[in-house]
């Protein structure tokens, strides 16, 4: 099969098409001839050498994937040859097939074409799990989203907002704040001029944000502590602004307040597929109803990979997907 294969650490340029070997479903595994996958952050830092994959994964860049069913492993139940699904990767999506475990299969909504459902699997299990099952937003709670013209964000602000929180997010250009107030948030910030913790303490007479959803890391961890409320919930799941910083554990004591750094790609596969699980019982019927939609800005040939790894640190919106 044609896979994208990273030639040595570096830049766009190391990406290149090969020919590997076919995957091989083993027990309770299930093979996916891919129809499209989608660029994601972790992949930009795994082809500069800084986030290799767990042990077991493919090597091959690319964690969701969109297609049909073309193998079914031993003691795989449910699933046929043919059935059209997406699915969350630990590796192997930038591929013409991949190997998937069965619990890590999601069907693909309704009212979704099989290219577009590979937009879906790491943002909704992503915000799903660590914005409702783990920080357990509530109806009328303020969520801050920093991103939120990413994958991410797009997807976080509509799911926020449809389950009934007030929304607020940070973003770089005033293109992707209008896109944001479009999808659900109530105020789009500009970070490069405005200080997030005045703005959403200026718009909660005061008290904060109940739930941040933060991608930056080190760079954001003092001032998101500052902008959180009584009983706040501070989630990280990504570094861009680094790893290591200061935490003022009296300021927090004194909002009862937690920080909680997650990781899905790690996960052990019982617990993704509990969360695959739970993102097609919660989170598929507002996709199929339309009140949450994948934001898809690019859709680009796997030829075009290099390119679509360079878009992701541009001024796109929403995903950009890479289609075989």
């Known amino acids: 099969m044609r896979a994208v294969t990273v030639t040595e650490p570096g830049g766009p340029e190391v990406l290149t098409i090969a020919d590997v070997p076919d995957p091989v479903a083993g027990p309770g595994e299930v093979v996916v001839q891919v129809a499209a996958t989608a ?3 972790a992949d930009l830092l ?5 986030y290799p994959p767990p042990p077991g994964a493919s090597e091959i860049l690319g964690l969701e ?3 049909t ?3 079914v ?3 795989v139940e449910g699933l046929e040859v043919g059935d059209e699904v997406c699915a969350l990767l630990a590796g192997g999506g930038y591929a013409e097939r991949v190997a ?3 619990g890590q299969l999601m069907p693909v909504p309704a009212g979704v074409d099989l290219v577009t459902a590979a937009a879906l699997p790491e943002v909704a299990c992503t915000v799903w799990s660590n914005v409702f099952m783990v920080a ?4 009328d709670e303020v969520f801050l989203v920093h991103g939120g013209g990413g994958g991410i964000g797009t997807f976080a602000i509509q799911l926020a907002s449809t389950m009934g929180a007030r929304v607020f997010t940070t973003a770089g250009s005033e293109a992707k704040r209008e896109r944001c107030r479009e999808l659900g948030a109530e105020v789009a910030i500009d970070y490069r001029e405005e200080d997030f913790v005045e703005v959403v303490r200026a718009h909660t007479d005061g008290a904060g944000a109940d739930v941040v959803l933060d991608n930056m890391g080190a760079k954001y961890l003092g001032r998101n502590v500052d902008v959180l409320a009584d009983s706040g919930r501070l989630v990280i799941i990504g570094m861009q602004g680094g ?3 200061e935490l003022n554990i009296a300021q927090l004591l004194g909002k009862r307040g937690a920080v909680i750094a997650t990781a899905l790609r790690s996960r052990p596969i019982e617990d993704k597929a509990r969360i695959c699980a739970s993102v097609v019982e919660h989170v598929w019927p507002l996709v199929a109803d339309g009140s949450v939609l994948p934001v898809v800005g690019r859709a680009l040939p796997i030829e075009e990979v290099a390119e679509a790894h360079r878009l992701l640190d541009g001024d796109n919106v929403g995903k950009v997907l890479l289609t075989f």
């Open 65 to 67: 994937c969109s297609g």
């Open 39 to 41: 660029v994601n952050r």
């Open 100 to 102: 998937v475990p069965a």
């Open 69 to 71: 069913v073309a193998e």
């Open 136 to 139: 357990g937003l509530r109806p």
């Open 46 to 50: 795994q082809r500069q050498g800084f």
């Open 73 to 75: 492993g031993e003691g």
């Open 243 to 245: 790893v290591k910083a």
